[in-house]
Each structure stands twice: as structure tokens, then as C-alpha cells.
């Protein structure tokens, strides 16, 4: 559950997230929309614990979020606008940082509470063996939902835009978040890719996550849960969850 209670977000002068309230379940798709400017990216930054309130909170499950490392720790995940890769890495390379670095989290909270790091080296190699596996396996599955299974070795700025922006999407299902915040991740894509997306953010709510979408598109907001638009950072139900 996402429980955002009377946010506000500011740069300096500027108010870019007023007062906005709103609640997202489990299982639940919200889309936001709203003119260029009108503080989409920055509602879901605060979400994601990428930018400060200056006040009011965020909460996820029951944890409120105050910083980028905490929320990603508890699993929300942002698919930025522009996409965020490492233009210089593969695709599958990109999908693997996040994966690895919750892997290397557990095994610090582990080691912490006297579990994995106790153990004998050869289980050690075993469960690391393990774990790399189903990072592979992973990986190649989100890579395949997004119809880039062939693309996994290519350097991101060897792909198209549209092709980019399915790998965010990737690395974001990649993730089995509590939390999706999808930024305007359907905008350079063709209609067959666009629904595919759709598709997925979908089965990511049906598995349990709380969805937010935020998007220029009508066609996208038609298909969410809920749609909500924002204007100069205040934020109205066109239809409520
Ligand atoms: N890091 C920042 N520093 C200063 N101002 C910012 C920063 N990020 C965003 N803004 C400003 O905050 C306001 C809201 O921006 P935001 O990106 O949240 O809007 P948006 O609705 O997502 O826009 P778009 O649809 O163009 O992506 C804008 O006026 C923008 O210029």
C-alpha cells in the first residue's frame, strides 16, 4: 500500500508537489497525468525517496520513506523518464546491477545476523552459485517479457529509444517490486509495445504490487484502476480508485 499524506515537494521557490494525498493499494493501478511541468516525475521521485518532502510523508506498507537507499531496500522501484541505463552497459548488464545489489544487501543482513556468514565456504559457494543463477534466469525472463531476449548482450547506445525504454521496463519488473512507479514509460513506444508494457505493469499488480503510472497518454490512463491528473503540483481524481 502506498500512502502518500499530504505531500509537499519544493526546488527552492518552486512548489512542485502540493498537498497531494493519495492511496494506492495492493493489486492497484493509478495513472497520473497532467501537463508538462505539472510535478508527475516529482510526485514519484518523493515516492521513490529520490527527492525530499519538505513536508508530509510517503509511506509503503507501513515504512515511511525518507531516502533513496531505504525505499529501494524495501523494494520500490522507479522506472525513470529517459529510462536512467548505463548507456555504456549491456542491457543485460543494466538489468543485473539492481538484482546484485540486493543479493550483496542479503548477504550483509545475513551475515549481521550471524546467518549465511557463519556457515562452511562450500555452502558459501553453493548459495552464491545459486543466487547468480536465478539472477541469470531472472534476467532472461524480464529481458523475453519485453520480446528483447536476443538483445540482452548488446551496449544500451546500440539500441533505439523504443527499445531503451523497454529495457527500464525490464530491469523495473526485474525487480518484483511492492512498489512500481512507471515514468512516462510507454512514450516512445509502437502501439504492439505499448500494450505489451501495459500488459506487464498489469501482471505486476495482479502479483500484489501497487502501480503508478504516470503518463501523457489517454489510452493509458483509460486502462488504469484509477486516474488522477495534476496541475501545477495539486492533484485532482478524475476517477478514484
Ligand atoms: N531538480 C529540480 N530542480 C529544480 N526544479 C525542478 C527539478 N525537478 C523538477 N523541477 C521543476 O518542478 C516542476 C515539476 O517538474 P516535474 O518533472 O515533476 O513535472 P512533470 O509533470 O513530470 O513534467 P513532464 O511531463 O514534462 O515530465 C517543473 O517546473 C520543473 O521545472
Known amino acids: 500500500m502506498i500512502t502518500v499524506t499530504n505531500l509537499t515537494v519544493a526546488y527552492d521557490e518552486l512548489v512542485a508537489v502540493a498537498d497531494v494525498s493519495l492511496r494506492v ?14 510535478g508527475k516525475s516529482s510526485l514519484l521521485w518523493a515516492i521513490a525517496g529520490a527527492v525530499a518532502a519538505r513536508s508530509g510523508t510517503v509511506e509503503v506498507d507501513g515504512l515511511t520513506i525518507t531516502d533513496r537507499p531505504g525505499a ?17 552497459l549491456t542491457a543485460r548488464e543494466n ?3 539492481p538484482l546484485l545489489a540486493d543479493r550483496a544487501l542479503i548477504g550483509v543482513l545475513n551475515r549481521r545476523r550471524g546467518g549465511s556468514g557463519d556457515e562452511p565456504e562450500y555452502e558459501r559457494e553453493d548459495e552464491r552459485s545459486h543466487a547468480l543463477d536465478t539472477v541469470d534466469r531472472t534476467i532472461a525472463k524480464a529481458l523475453a517479457d519485453v520480446g528483447l531476449e536476443d538483445s540482452g ?15 527500464a521496463v525490464a530491469r523495473g ?5 511492492r512498489v512500481i512507479l512507471a515514468d512516462e514509460s510507454t512514450s ?3 502501439s504492439t509495445n505499448r500494450e505489451r508494457v501495459l500488459n506487464l505493469l498489469r501482471r505486476e499488480a495482479d502479483r500484489g504490487a501497487a502501480v503508478i503510472i504516470a ?7 483509460a486502462g488504469a484502476d484509477g486516474h488522477a491528473t495534476m496541475d501545477e503540483g495539486h492533484l485532482t481524481w478524475e476517477r478514484r480508485l
Open 25 to 38: 493499494p495492493p493489486g492497484c493501478v493509478l495513472a497520473v497525468s497532467g501537463p508538462s511541468g505539472a
Open 72 to 88: 529501494a531496500a524495501h523494494r520500490v522501484v522507479l522506472i525513470p523518464q529517459g529510462n536512467g541505463l548505463a548507456r555504456v
Open 95 to 97: 538489468l543485473s546491477m
Open 153 to 167: 548482450d548488446h551496449l544500451v547506445e546500440e539500441l533505439s529509444g523504443g527499445e531503451q525504454q523497454r529495457v
Open 173 to 177: 519488473i526485474a525487480q518484483h517490486g
Open 188 to 190: 516512445e513506444l509502437d
Open 215 to 221: 503518463t501523457h497518454d489517454p489510452n493509458v490512463a
